[in-house]
């Protein structure tokens, strides 16, 4: 993990928030290559779960929502933490962290009895700050999703079993935040809410198995190794407020096996909570058969982070003489970077840069000109470019170029006329 967090910051990928200020604890700030394997990691989602089907139509709902929301999704009641506090060195903990009476810090056995902790940050709404002006920076994106459920529906004209997917800042105030990006206060999710007809319950099962599959798959095709993941399914006390049954897919953290995703079957408990709070009714009503119901709802949801962080470690690879992220190319921030081989002879700098310019609008590139190829080279494996192309003193005479893979560090000359082509049915094979 302290390799990951050193090449993160050393190569652009994911600075402290603030750090010029001393840092915030549980903030995060994506640099130059990190935003776009961030921007990456959203589309891949987005991709697969809402443009690649025709039954999950997208959302976009304000992080500030009515507190009647969340009054009525049991967050008010029941988004705790346990604290304890030390009475002798004043330090907080989850009281589920410790393994002990003794305070982890100073040893002392002067741990307070566990008290409840909401995690929900409050803000205000307009210049009065009073009861009636409190509000809530969302904890997770579902509750727009529910909300919105027959607004969206109706404008989309869709029918159970379909989804609503939405992507967006989440704000937790984690006790213990922590382990780089994997436990943060502000953070990012993907969450896909899909409806389903309630009856026959055995149908909503399927559906819910069906997510689980689907989504460990998704992990797999984008090269996740199968090793490291696994899922695990949890029954009765363990599970959350709202789920009649949830898998968490798990990945095999540096720190042990952690969550990376949850699949959660949530019954008909948000609809059927937000038709009690609201006094609205939120039931689908079946044209063909007349039924009116509350659909059942299955729900995949991960945190944009902490995929990039299971990408970034799963990807990383320490070679003899090289670092090397070996990320998916849909994944990669940059598809391909342009060379040319020295930078004190223009007409090799400025067929370069034609080149260079001329793949900007069907892929991701950048153009590197500082060091010796070697060490571009080098710099393009830390940040996980697939293929990288140089110019050199023959292809001015030839018009080819060398196109060189991550991989294998394999290297092919290609002509300049078909290298947009050549690249792109790499990529794309890479992908297969
Ligand atoms: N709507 C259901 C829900 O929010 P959750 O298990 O609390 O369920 C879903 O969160 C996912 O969001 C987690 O699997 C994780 O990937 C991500 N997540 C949750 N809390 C996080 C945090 N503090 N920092 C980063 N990611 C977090």
């Not at 399914?233 to 720190?255: C, I, N, R, V, W």
Request: glycine fraction near 6%.
């Amino acid at each position: 993990m302290e390799e990951i967090t050193a090449l993160c910051k050393r190569r652009g990928f994911i600075f402290q928030s603030s750090e010029l200020y001393g840092g915030v604890n549980g903030a995060w700030d994506y640099g130059p290559v990190g935003v776009e394997l961030k921007r990456n990691v959203r589309e891949a989602w987005w991709r697969d779960i809402v443009e690649l089907r025709d039954d999950v139509v997208g959302l976009d709902s304000a992080i500030l929502m009515a507190p009647a929301v969340w009054r009525a999704s049991g967050h008010v009641e029941n988004f705790h933490d346990q604290m304890v506090d030390c009475k002798t060195c004043k330090k907080r903990w989850r009281a589920d962290h410790l393994t002990s009476d003794q305070c982890p810090a100073c040893g002392n056995k002067t741990l307070t009895e566990p008290r409840a902790f909401n995690m929900m940050f409050k803000t205000s709404i307009g210049a009065m700050e009073d009861a009636s002006s409190e509000a809530y920076l969302r904890p997770e994106t579902a509750q727009g999703i529910f909300v919105d459920f027959k607004l969206a529906y109706q404008t989309a004209r869709k029918k159970p079993p379909f989804g609503i997917a939405q992507i967006g800042k989440a704000f937790r105030n984690e006790i213990t935040p922590g382990n780089f990006i994997f436990r943060s206060r502000e953070f990012e999710q993907m969450e896909l809410e899909y409806f389903v007809p309630t009856e026959p319950e055995a149908e909503t099962m399927r559906w819910y198995d069906y997510w689980v599959n689907e989504r460990f798959d998704w992990w797999m095709r984008l090269g996740v190794q199968h090793e490291r993941l696994r899922k695990t399914a949890y029954a009765g006390k363990d599970l959350a407020h709202y789920s009649k049954a949830t898998t968490d897919l798990e990945y095999d953290f540096p720190f042990g096996w952690g969550e990376l995703e949850g699949i959660a079957h949530r019954g008909t408990f948000d609809l059927t909570q937000h038709v009690a709070a609201s006094g609205k009714d939120l039931a689908f009503f079946d044209e063909e058969s007349k039924e009116k119901y509350l659909p059942t709802v299955i729900e995949p949801s991960l945190g944009v982070d902490r995929a990039l962080l299971v990408f970034l470690l799963d990807a990383f690879e320490r070679e003899a003489d090289r670092t090397v992220l070996h990320l998916h190319p849909r994944l990669a921030p940059y598809k391909a970077a342009v060379f040319p081989l020295v930078r004190n002879k223009p007409d090799i700098v400025e067929l370069a840069r034609t080149i260079e310019k001329s793949l900007r609008p069907s892929m991701r590139t950048t153009f590197d000109d500082s060091g010796n190829v070697g060490k571009r080279y080098y710099r393009q494996d830390e940040i996980g470019t697939p293929l990288c192309v140089t110019v050199d003193y023959d292809s001015l005479e030839q018009h080819d170029v060398t196109v060189r893979d991550r991989d294998t560090k394999a290297q092919v000359r290609v002509a300049v006329d078909s290298l947009g082509s050549y690249l792109r049915d790499r990529l794309a094979d890479w992908s297969r």
